[in-house]
């Protein structure tokens, strides 16, 4: 019995489709190879284990993806070039234009954003311009954590992201994310919620409002640390915390027991005419609202063997656990030091001294001046 030619055509065609596809397995599978798979109507599951089998020849460049999109092969596939060999290079901004102008899914794109390397613009005018174009907030938002917005958040772009109809959950999320101080007088407030910010966002933004800390303020910290010449180096760090509350304009900034941070500037041995050791300590930081700021204050030189009345008269009154115990020459500006209230503001410490050793104790309480503001 003759078999049919028409049977016989079929069955050679079958055959070599399946040498072709055996030629792909043993070479390396390439893109132009992965769409004539697509287009000869095989299965996913067969195509992916070719891709599974293959070598590393596939491109995954946003344009190669793209060109594989417009080829007939489908996001799965493409999924699976892409974990097969990633892109070498990060993916930008325009990279999630494009694909998402070329028909990717969200999905797609999303998992391309949180798997792969990236550098993004993500300032508010540019995720404005992304949104317009199609792209997810849920997308945004992996490019956001990705890549922080370079330029400060601020209420006018917050304003900006809200009219471009960004939801309340976005908007939270990146105020949430990004290490950003508002200033938000109640005039703005009032603008904000008349542009439609809800009460939720002002509220966000209100729990990061910023402000300044006007030159000349007063704040008082006691020591944790001890502080000693024969020890102690340019450089070092010294812990402390507020022993008063830091306030501005009857605000209170930062409570009793507040972070501080000092750092030794500067430090002279004995010399040979004045016999007597310097030290010179600013305040480097207060903690405020949670958050480490730096600030710059006043300085001045603390001196070994500065026990007399003389001294002690011409740098301020010092008071130090319970006795004046030595004070500071030079005058000028700098750190009032003192065991009780706190000395008055101006230059001084409380020293214990031996020999060309200065030491300013645990507990010791001083007090900086502002030499500078400070934006906390």
Not at 30 to 42: R, S
Not at 304 to 327: D, W
């Amino acid at each position: 019995m003759r078999t049919p030619r028409s049977i016989l055509n079929a069955v050679s065609v079958i055959a070599l489709s399946l040498l072709a596809v055996a030629a792909f397995a043993q070479a390396n599978l390439t893109n132009d190879d992965l769409i004539k798979l697509a287009k000869a109507g095989l299965s996913d599951d067969f195509v992916m284990g070719q891709i599974n089998q293959s070598g590393t020849a596939l491109r995954s460049d946003p344009a190669s993806l793209i060109a594989l999109k417009n080829g007939g092969v489908n996001d799965r596939l493409i999924s699976a070039v892409v974990q097969k060999n990633p892109p070498s290079d990060p993916l930008t901004s325009d990279s999630v234009l494009q694909l998402g102008a070329a028909g990717f899914s969200d999905s797609f794109i999303y998992d391309m954003v949180s798997d792969s390397s990236g550098r993004y613009a993500t300032d508010s005018s540019r995720l404005v311009e992304l949104k317009k174009a199609g792209i997810s907030e849920r997308v945004l938002t992996a490019m956001v954590r990705k890549t922080p917005p370079q330029e400060p958040l601020t209420a006018d772009a917050i304003q900006r992201l809200h009219k471009a109809q960004f939801s309340d959950e976005f908007l939270l999320d990146l105020i949430q994310q990004q290490p950003t101080r508002f200033t938000l007088p109640t005039a703005r407030i009032v603008e904000l919620k008349q542009a439609g910010v809800s009460e939720r966002v002002l509220s966000a933004m209100l729990g990061k409002t910023g402000g300044e800390l006007p030159a000349g303020t007063q704040v008082s910290v006691r020591l944790i640390d001890s502080i000693d010449s024969s020890t102690s180096g340019v450089g070092d760090k010294f812990h402390a915390s507020l022993s008063q509350p830091l306030t501005v304009n009857g605000r209170e900034l930062a409570p009793r027991g507040a972070d501080a941070t000092l750092v030794l500037k500067e430090e002279k041995e004995a010399g040979r005419l004045t016999g007597r050791a310097e030290l010179s300590i600013e305040l480097e930081s207060v903690t405020i609202q949670g958050k480490p700021v730096m600030v710059d204050s006043s300085s001045v030189e603390k001196e070994s063997h500065s026990q007399t009345k003389k001294t002690a008269t011409r740098t301020g009154v010092v008071a130090g656990l319970g006795a004046v115990i030595g004070a500071i020459a030079g005058g000028g500006k700098g750190a009032a030091i003192g065991a009780g209230a706190g000395a008055a503001a101006g230059a001084g410490s409380v020293l214990v001294t031996k020999g060309e050793r200065v030491k300013i104790p645990s507990e010791t309480e001083l007090t900086f001046s502002l030499s500078t503001a400070a934006t906390y």
